[in-house]
Every structure is written in C-alpha cells, then in structure tokens.
C-alpha cells in the first residue's frame, strides 16, 4: 500500500519514511482520542495507523467513551481554548475528571508511545504506566480562556513533548518541547483520488444541485467556529449580483453534541431559497464528499476559529480555489492570490467570490498552484514522517518525574 504514494511523491521521501521507522522497529505505539468518526482527526488517525503498521510498528487506536455531559463538557473546553472566552457547565473539572478516572482504568495504556489526541483524553497523563506521552492538540490554543487552559496545563505540563500544528499556536508557558506538525489529507482516499466526472454530476443530481450551474461549497461541521451564517449572508451577498448555488454539506460527530444546534440555526437563515442545500450527511460520507468538491466552482471555508481545517487541502488537492477564513492553519494553506484568498468578513468573502466566478483563468491558476502547495506540504506521508520523527526524538528524552 505505501509503495503506491511512490508515484505522487517520489521514491526518494518514501524512503526517507521507510529509513526513519526503521529506528522505531520492536517499539509499541497507541493513539487515544475521542470520537472513532466524524472530523478530521479520526479520518487522519484512519489512515496513519494502518501505515505505521504497514512500516513495521506495533500500532493501535483507542477512543475513550464518555455520556452526554462530558462531551458538552469538552466541547466548552474546545470553544473556550479557541475563542479565548468561557460560558462553562456546572462541575465541568469535576465532570471531566470523573471520565479521566473511568477511561484510565478501562484503557490498557501499556505502550513504549502514546499520542493523546486533543483536550478530550488530556488527563489520562495521570495513569502513565510506563514509556514516553506525546499530546497533540489540532486546534488553536494561543489566546485561551486562562481557567480552562490552566485546568489542561496542570496535565499537559507531564507530558514529553507537545505537537501544534502551526506556529502561532505555540505557548511560552509551557517548558516541554513543541513540535510544528500540519495535518494532512490522504490523496489515495476515496476522499481525495480521481473520479469519473459522470459520478460527480450523478451525485450532484442526486441532492438536486445543478452541475452545470456555479457552485460555492463549504464542506464543515454545523459548528459556529465554521461560521455557516456567515456562509449564508456571503451567498446572498453574491446572489444579489449572479446566479449561484451554494452547498454546505456536514456531517454529525459523537463528541459535538452542539451540531444539531447549529444545524438549525443555519436552516432557519438559510430560509425557503432554494438554491441552498443544507446537508447533513453520514459520516464517511466520502465519495459524496469527493464530488461535492469537485462539483464546486468555489470552495470556501469561512471559518472565524480553526485548528487547520483539512478541507481546504481537500479542496485544493481537486484544484479548486479557496476562499477561507484568516485564522488558525488555515493561512498555511490559503495563499492569497496564489492558493486563493483569506477573509474576515462576509462582505470580503462576497468579494472575492464575485472576482473568481468572473474569472475563470484565475480559479484555474489558483487551482493548479493549490495543488502543488498540497503535494509538497499536506499530504499523509509528510505527516506520518513527522510523527516518526517526533516519536523518535521523544524516545531519547529523560521521562519527567
């Protein structure tokens, strides 16, 4: 399997890969997060760990389980970390506590090294048996909410070493070594390979989307820090001047219990027009997601907080222009007016919008870069060559006490 990425990014970085894992033979590796699908960390865990496997290392995925009061629980810790302002539940250190307790007991932990993914897991530091913790934290924490930040820190401070994965999101409060890692997509995955243009328009159809019509996609969780209201007035924004339709399409997670929330806000602003198509899809949903991307005239992702935001590489890898929201590691991706163009405001998204639907050479020449920035920069294998490394020089630190 992993020889086949050969053709995409060359012999010589495969082998690279294959000379670092090397150094990790006989080692045992277990990744913990929160939710086995829906979201870009369990789609990525959903093709590391096979390859890491595939490179010889003993490897395995664990999802801690919580009820319904933790994960609101940890879903205020992940607005309040990215927002830099708190509205928390009643007992919330209490609550996640309690599931730290249930899922350390309940989780063999037992591994030379273990990538804890996120907040959700953090506190399960405290049941260290053996070998080297890594926490990586996908989403922005350099202007937090300092009481739940510093609820977090009191664990994260024992782990060996830290991944973020922009440079923003780096922290001077924290002594242990933090390693820059971006996310990244798997372009082998019925996500991001070819498909035929006759199944995009099928698929297209299916939902009622006019294919021969233009396009602005955003595909994200129904989640404010997405913004999908500001989605909405951006269409109609654009709207007042040409035809367009816009296709928004979600997909539920086991650790957002606000999606459902959210979803309905942005029904009822979306209103009776009929042009928009508010989809809320099964997760890995991916074929459709495939052609809804492909479909687009316009990707955006007009997110006002954002970790990375993995489907503006989707989008890019399709060769489709991006407009995305100026925040988090989505700068990474968006090079304005090479990749596509960075936000923050409905009215600077309708913009921009407007210019590329007129300018079919320049979503063209956007396109074609956006590709190339993803090959280079943001795909699995570059990914998984970072986690080796990081893994390797995390294994020669002196464990805290």
């Known amino acids: 399997m992993i020889e086949k990425y050969a053709e995409i990014i060359g012999e010589d970085e495969l082998d690279s890969i294959v000379k670092i894992a090397e150094k990790l033979k006989g080692v045992s590796v277990l990744h913990v997060n929160s939710t086995p699908s829906g979201g870009g960390v369990a789609e990525i865990l959903s093709k590391l760990v096979p390859l890491m496997r595939e490179l010889g290392i003993e490897t395995d995925w664990k999802v801690i389980r919580g009820d319904k009061d933790f994960f609101t629980v940890t879903k205020s810790f992940h607005n309040s970390l990215q927002n830099g302002f708190g509205e928390l539940p009643k007992g919330a250190f209490e609550i996640y506590n309690k599931w730290q307790e249930i899922n350390g007991n309940e989780l063999d932990l037992d591994y030379d090294i273990i990538f804890i993914h996120d907040p959700q897991p953090a506190g399960l530091i405290k049941f260290r048996k053996k070998g080297k913790w890594i926490w990586r934290c996908h989403i922005d924490i350099s202007n937090p909410y300092e009481p739940v930040w510093n609820f977090l820190k009191q664990y994260v401070q024992q782990y060996d070493s830290i991944i973020i994965s922009s440079p923003v999101f780096g922290r001077d409060d924290l002594i242990k070594p933090q390693y820059i890692v971006p996310p990244s997509i798997d372009p082998l995955s019925t996500k991001?390979?070819?498909?035929?243009?006759?199944?995009?328009?099928?698929?297209?159809?299916?939902?009622?989307?006019?294919?021969?019509?233009?396009?602005?996609?955003?595909?994200?969780?129904?989640?404010?820090?997405?913004?999908?209201?500001?989605?909405?007035?951006?269409?109609?924004?654009?709207?007042?001047?040409?035809?367009?339709?816009?296709?928004?399409?979600?997909?539920?997670?086991?650790?957002?219990?606000?999606?459902?929330?959210?979803?309905?806000?942005?029904?009822?602003?979306?209103?009776?027009?009929?042009?928009?198509?508010?989809?809320?899809?099964?997760?890995?949903?991916?074929?459709?997601?495939?052609?809804?991307?492909?479909?687009?005239?316009?990707?955006?992702?007009?997110?006002?907080?954002?970790?990375?935001?993995?489907?503006?590489?989707?989008?890019?890898?399709?060769?489709?222009?991006?407009?995305?929201?100026?925040?988090?590691?989505?700068?990474?991706?968006?090079?304005?007016?090479?990749?596509?163009?960075?936000?923050?405001?409905?009215?600077?998204?309708?913009?921009?919008?407007?210019?590329?639907?007129?300018?079919?050479?320049?979503?063209?020449?956007?396109?074609?870069?956006?590709?190339?920035?993803?090959?280079?920069?943001?795909?699995?294998?570059?990914?998984?060559?970072?986690?080796?490394?990081?893994?390797?020089?995390?294994?020669?630190?002196?464990?805290?006490?």
């Open 192 to 401: 991001n390979r070819p498909i035929p243009e006759i199944t995009v328009r099928r698929i297209l159809y299916k939902f009622d989307v006019n294919p021969d019509r233009p396009i602005i996609t955003q595909v994200s969780r129904f989640d404010r820090a997405k913004d999908p209201l500001g989605v909405i007035k951006t269409y109609k924004l654009v709207k007042r001047h040409t035809d367009v339709q816009l296709v928004y399409v979600g997909s539920p997670a086991y650790d957002d219990p606000e999606g459902e929330i959210v979803y309905n806000e942005t029904v009822q602003a979306a209103g009776s027009d009929k042009d928009i198509k508010l989809l809320m899809l099964p997760p890995n949903s991916d074929l459709e997601i495939n052609a809804f991307q492909r479909g687009a005239t316009i990707v955006m992702q007009k997110s006002i907080k954002e970790g990375f935001g993995l489907t503006v590489s989707e989008a890019l890898w399709k060769e489709k222009p991006v407009i995305g929201g100026n925040t988090g590691g989505i700068p990474l991706q968006v090079i304005n007016n090479v990749t596509g163009y960075l936000v923050n405001t409905p009215e600077e998204a309708a913009h921009y919008t407007l210019y590329l639907l007129r300018n079919t050479n320049m979503r063209e020449k956007l396109g074609k870069n956006g590709k190339e920035h993803v090959r280079k920069n943001f795909l699995i294998t570059r990914e998984l060559r970072d986690y080796l490394m990081v893994a390797s020089l995390t294994s020669t630190q002196q464990t805290p006490t």
